[in-house]
């Protein structure tokens, strides 16, 4: 034990006595309690707290355990992703005001499981609107020196990221954008051009990405209908079988400047076929997505231990809910 150790009640007095508070601190950070709360219901039991140092010591200690687990459980799933691989890679800020931290996390498509992930400090990115590159280009080098091999990336929207972080790592990998968050995207910008029709165009993205993701002519055929469906000219639809079957004729009124604009947002992503004609989600994550909520909730703000809890978050995805005593008994042995 160092001299200075924040204030842990551990030098100071039998250990057999200290695991009880030990114990009682461990629950609380496992099931994602920050000091704040286990104050108020020590004091509402009637119970004397220990002080907001000891509580942070606590998971002091704790982080080299937790990443330890963390870096075993990717190892062991990276052991089973041998080829080239499709991965996700997703960043995300801190869901709180003021965020200061983004994790990049990588998932395996295949796999479905996750297998790195790393966070980034604002003060490191220097600004906001870089915090992404920042934070992928250290996530594909730290990929790329453990020798995992990528040829396809996976994102939410095309951005610099991939031309900036991965192509230097990774020169023949080929970029793919999210075809849900793509849908999503072409549903927005027809609503703006015309109110009620971007539902529709959402569904026929995702439709003919699921006939013809084997067959790009095709795909990109049918990308090209949309401009004389909406003139209500259904030949090509009809031939091509895109049209819808419970169709009503009806005119959609559209002007030629809203034809035009039709016209170009389907040509943009016809245009890019490589990354748009396939049906790959991002989606993975969701499961993740919730126990982040959890473990690093928008509620609370962590300047400091933001990747502890959410790295706490990744050991439930990897493990189970077995992380917590697998987690419990490393920091306790290291105590007796
Ligand atoms: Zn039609």
């Given at each position: ?27 609380f950070?496992?099931?994602a309690c920050s000091y704040a709360k286990y ?16 509580f ?244 609370s703000?962590h ?34």
């Amino acid at each position: 034990m160092t001299k200075n150790n924040g204030g842990s009640p551990f030098i100071y007095a039998k250990p057999k006595r200290l695991l009880v508070p030990a114990k009682t601190a461990l629950s609380f950070i496992f099931s994602a309690c920050s000091y704040a709360k286990y104050h108020d219901v020590m004091v509402a039991a009637n119970k004397f707290p220990y002080s907001e140092p000891w509580f942070f010591n606590i998971i002091h200690e704790l982080t080299p355990i937790v990443d330890h687990f963390l870096k075993l459980g990717f190892n062991v799933i990276r052991s089973q992703a041998t080829g080239k691989r499709k991965v996700i890679y997703d960043f995300s800020w801190e869901h709180s005001r003021n965020a200061k931290w983004g994790s990049g996390v990588v998932w395996d498509y295949d796999l479905h499981k996750p297998i790195f992930i790393l966070h980034t400090h604002l003060r490191e990115a220097k600004s906001s609107t870089n915090m992404e590159i920042v934070n992928a280009t250290k996530v594909f080098k730290a990929l790329k020196e453990i020798d995992l091999k990528i040829k396809t990336v996976i994102k939410d929207s095309h951005t610099s990221t991939f031309e900036q972080a991965v192509l230097p790592c990774y020169p023949n990998a080929s970029e793919i954008v999210c075809m849900g968050h793509m849908a999503q995207n072409i549903k927005k910008q027809i609503e703006k051009i015309k109110k009620g029709l971007g539902a529709g165009a959402r569904r026929y993205y995702m439709d003919i990405c699921a006939r013809f993701n084997d067959n790009i002519t095709q795909w990109k055929k049918a990308m090209t209908v949309p401009s004389s469906h909406y003139r209500n000219i259904h030949t090509r639809c009809r031939q091509l079988g895109t049209h819808p079957k419970k169709w009503r004729p009806r005119s959609y009124r559209l002007n030629n400047l809203q034809l035009a604009k039709i016209d170009t947002v389907f040509k943009s992503v016809a245009a890019k076929p490589r990354q748009n004609c396939h049906t790959m989600k991002t989606s993975l994550d969701e499961s993740f997505f919730h126990k982040k909520a959890k473990w690093a909730s928008k509620y609370s703000h962590h300047p400091k231990t933001y990747p502890f809890w959410v790295n706490l978050a990744m050991l439930d995805e990897i493990y189970g809910p077995k992380w917590i005593q697998i987690v419990e008994n490393a920091y306790l042995f290291q105590k007796k």
